[in-house]
């Protein structure tokens, strides 16, 4: 408990970093003489580099354990963003949000592997990814209005050296707080181990194979969705104010999401039905941002937060179950690939299409694919893989 109650700590100062960026890159972008399709590759660019990262995170965490991944991802991404605090022309900030995107990829899978690898117990398993959403989330909550704040206080060149300062010293809490992986956790690669043979060997069937990677599509078409809003509102902002505007409101969108993350009994419901309700209910909320605009967008924003604060524990237990020992790092990583891919091609896609369709609908598109892809429970593999959890919960 203690190694985790350190690693909430680490988590919270690295995501409260990250997110205070978010209402500030596209003004700062734009004040570089960036236009619209600009912004949508650099923040792709940020989610594209993330996937050589995220493959080699997914061996080599299981190989030699989190805490060196943890540290190199927190100081390097601190260093980068020292030097992006001096960024004079767009390009120089494409290449160094490219560089910023593969060093952080180490830093999911590592925390993800260190957390689920605190217990074997499903139930625990699904509170501590619980618990990671909710420092998760309650960094996001004040984040996004605290970047905004020091923006106006500080300036970019300010905000950035700050944020960057920060992550590197929380690299530095992290080297000597977080323990070093005992052989035993490693992955049987790793280590002189003889591996065991069970008695009776489970060989998963062809289409247990193809309902696993079929789950890979779901944080691929939810990080779209994310990569869209994420580019789309502060585009939608105006006025003066805007960066503050844009801040409260991805504020309020992370305290809907604190609201269900803090509900700890959803965990002993079944991760597909969580899945399947917290997709319907974003995909609703993106269509009411696209066409409902007598509604107002911080109510909207708070319901889309809700519905996230479901999806993403549901999501990290269902990968669980899919996974196994000596197989955590990689099943993250495969997780943060896809979301990688997703988060590249949500911004690029509604820089593009901005001027055609709403990029709001097109979010809402694809959630419902995302939904439609689910296995329904009357063939048998949704609920094969449901039951599994429930009876390691039980």
Known sequence: MKTALWLYLFLFLAFFDLHAQYPV?????????AGPTFIGWMMGMYSLTHLPGNLLAGVLVDRNGSRRYIVFSLVAAGAILLLQAHVQLPW??????????????????????LLASLSSDATEQGKYMS????????????????????????GYSGTFTTLGWLLIATGV???????APSRRTLSPLSTAQSPKIP??????SKDDDLVSKRYYLLPFFVSCSQGVLFFELPLSQ???NSIL?????????????????????????????RIAAALLGMAICFFALASFHTIPTAAILFMLGAAKGVLFPAMASLFISLGGPGRMGRTFSLQSIAMSLGAFAGPVAAGQLRGFVSPYFIAFLLLMVALLLLPPNNTGKLSGLTSKWNGRAA
């Open 25 to 33: 890159l596209t003004p700062f972008a734009i004040s570089l003489g």
């Open 245 to 273: 505007s844009t801040g409260i409101l991805l504020s309020l969108l992370s305290l809907g999401a604190l609201v269900t993350l803090s509900m700890l009994f959803l965990n002993r419901l079944s991760p597909g039905g």
């Open 173 to 179: 809490m992290a080297f000597f707080s977080v323990p």
């Open 199 to 204: 008695a009776k060997p489970s060989i998963p």
């Open 131 to 154: 618990g990671h959403g909710i420092v998760h989330t309650l960094a996001s909550v004040v984040s996004p209005a605290a970047g905004a704040f020091i923006v106006a206080k500080a």
């Open 238 to 240: 105006t006025g003066s």
């Open 92 to 113: 120089h900030l494409l290449m160094l949000r490219a560089a910023s995107g593969f060093v952080l990829a180490f830093l999911s899978p590592a925390c993800m592997t």
